[in-house]
């Protein structure tokens, strides 16, 4: 934070906030399937973007970035290291008093199932492909590896998961990782 | 498929629509986390990591069925190798050939076998439909070059002595390096509570072993279809539209002259129908 005049630093942040809450709130949403969870993972997002502002990359890099600080907000939630925020409160009663149910990928089309079999790494790609829509550059900040490395791993997730669609009728959950040992990084 | 399809499917599973919020909750948000510069609360897990930016590589994967089939119970004593009750362990060069003696047995018995053997393998069992039952059918690891020192054998496949692939000895198997240091999962197939949803199926509900066995009742109306299905004492869970693949949607309750195209095992005694007006080709 450095010398930097405290409301510049804020107007920084307030820009950051207004311009992504949505697209976090979302992403968090899409994987915790918990609205009362969402508002807290969400505001533990930003509290680390405020503490690290100067190291929110600018233009279409700020959203990949908190998407990869997200990941690691809900990684640690999977762990039980979940707090309550009393400044998320009034988020946290909106999004519980919202009408729809919370969806998660719980239902069971063989899309959906087909979906579930994928390995984690694959289901985080295609989702932030999907419904993200990052390009590769965008996802290699957030997954914190190299562009490369997206597509090689992007291509084989496709792949796994065109695999497990065209099973007639049910999936059965089997995927070859053959083609794994490619030198993905080079 | 294109990747532009395959992207499409992703999309339609989007399980979050909007969320409206208010503008009073946001402000009050943004307002709480900028003002926590001075008051120094301490939000100590999620300062600034010392770790690396790159976040831990968390590779699932999974691989092959090559195992069918329920294998029956029997544990045979060969001075050769080191016989516990679940599993068995035989060393062949530097590789462990594990194989799976009881298929009935409790995960935390492979569990505790496992560990006393100093792997980190870990069986995790789910529901599956019962021809799965006692069947391995996923295996993840931290990373591929852990997962590629992985192998799950054939029944029959580096079997111990003259067993065959028709001793109970030598069904499931798994090779393993001796030195394997990895984490691994492998999702073992076990039955499924009343109307808990199967992880993994036969590709029809009329297969061996499924609730609708041999019943003949593709392209029969849904009309004709519905008694021979619930004379098995099994209930229909959901329709869908066979023109609606990939994407399968539920729809309600097609009218009796609509044809069955296939069945799907969906959870003990309950099975999804696929339909449509007119027979299946």
Not at chain 1, 5 to 15: A, N, V, Y
Not at chain 2, 46 to 66: D, F, H, M, Q
Not at chain 2, 133 to 152: K, Y
Request: hydrophobic share 40%.
């Amino acid at each position: 934070m450095g010398d930097e005049p405290r409301d510049r630093r804020r107007e920084r942040f307030e820009q950051v906030f207004a311009a992504n809450r949505e697209a976090v709130l979302g992403y968090l949403l899409r994987r915790t399937g918990n609205r009362h969870d969402a508002a807290d993972l969400l505001a533990d997002t930003f509290l680390v973007a405020w503490r690290r502002l100067d190291d929110v990359p600018p233009g279409d890099q700020t959203r990949p970035w908190l998407y990869g600080v997200a990941r690691r907000v809900l990684a640690n939630h999977v762990r039980g290291e979940g707090r309550r925020h009393a400044l998320a409160d009034r988020l946290r009663n909106e999004l519980a008093e919202s009408d729809e149910p919370p969806r998660t990928l719980t239902d069971n089309s063989p899309a959906a199932i087909a979906f579930r079999c994928l390995p984690e790494q694959d289901r985080e790609l295609l989702s932030l492909v999907a419904w993200e829509e990052l390009d590769t550059a965008q996802i290699a900040i957030t997954l914190g590896i190299t562009r490369n490395a997206v597509r090689v791993r992007l291509h084989r997730a496709r792949k796994r998961f065109a695999k497990l669609l065209t099973a007639p009728l049910a999936n059965r959950c089997l995927v070859p990782l053959k083609e794994e040992a490619s030198h993905e990084d080079a | 498929m294109k990747t532009h399809d395959i992207d499409a499917v992703t999309r339609d599973l989007n399980p979050s629509p909007g969320t409206p919020v208010s503008d009073a909750a946001w402000a009050e948000l943004s307002d709480g986390i900028t003002a926590t510069v001075e008051d120094t609360t301490p939000i100590t897990q999620l300062a600034p990591r010392r770790t690396p930016a790159r976040p831990r590589l968390v590779l699932a994967a999974a691989c092959t069925l090559l195992i069918g089939g329920v294998v029956a119970a029997a544990v045979v004593n060969r001075p050769d190798q080191n016989q516990p009750q679940a599993l068995s362990f035989t060393e062949r060069g530097d590789k462990l050939i594990v194989r799976v003696v009881d298929p009935t047995a409790d995960p935390k018995r492979y569990n505790a076998e496992f560990k006393k053997m100093g792997l980190n393998i870990k069986v995790k069992a789910v529901p599956v439909s019962p021809p799965s039952v006692g069947g391995m059918f996923s295996f993840t690891a931290a990373n591929s070059a852990e997962l590629d020192q992985l192998r799950p054998l054939e029944p029959g496949e580096k079997c111990n002595g003259t067993l065959n692939a028709s001793d109970p000895g030598c069904q499931l198997g798994l090779e393993v390096p001796k030195n394997y240091t990895g984490k691994t999962e492998i999702l073992f197939g076990r039955k499924a509570k009343p109307g808990e949803m199967y992880q993994h199926m036969s590709l029809s509900a009329t297969e061996k072993g499924e609730a609708l066995e041999g019943l003949a009742i593709a392209n029969k109306t849904v009309g004709a279809a519905l008694p021979l299905i619930e004379s098995r004492g099994v209930k229909v869970h959901a329709y869908y539209a066979s023109s609606d693949r990939p994407h399968f949607k539920d729809i309600a309750k097609p009218a009796d002259d609509w044809f069955v195209h296939g069945a799907s095992p969906f959870a003990p005694d309950e099975v999804t129908l696929y339909v449509g007006p007119t027979p299946d080709k």
